[in-house]
């Protein structure tokens, strides 16, 4: 299992593992973007900045299986 982490990995860096490596970028920078807002919003509305962060991420992480369900890989 490790090893198949580690292909896929170097896959990933060479940019060989997904047939359009510029539609998996624009989907992580969607994500990224998304859970940089929240994290703003919601230090603004007055929470600590470790919670908005953590609770930011939380969602961030939650919304990438949605951006990422219809890449294709190689």
Known sequence: MLEMA?????????????SE???VYRQTAIGATITALLVIALAK???PLA???GLACLIGGALQPYLFKNLKYR
């Open 6 to 18: 580690k292909s896929s990995i170097t896959l990933f860096f060479r940019g060989k593992l997904f």
């Open 51 to 53: 919670v908005a962060a």
């Open 21 to 23: 490596p510029g539609k």
């Open 45 to 47: 509305a007055g929470l």
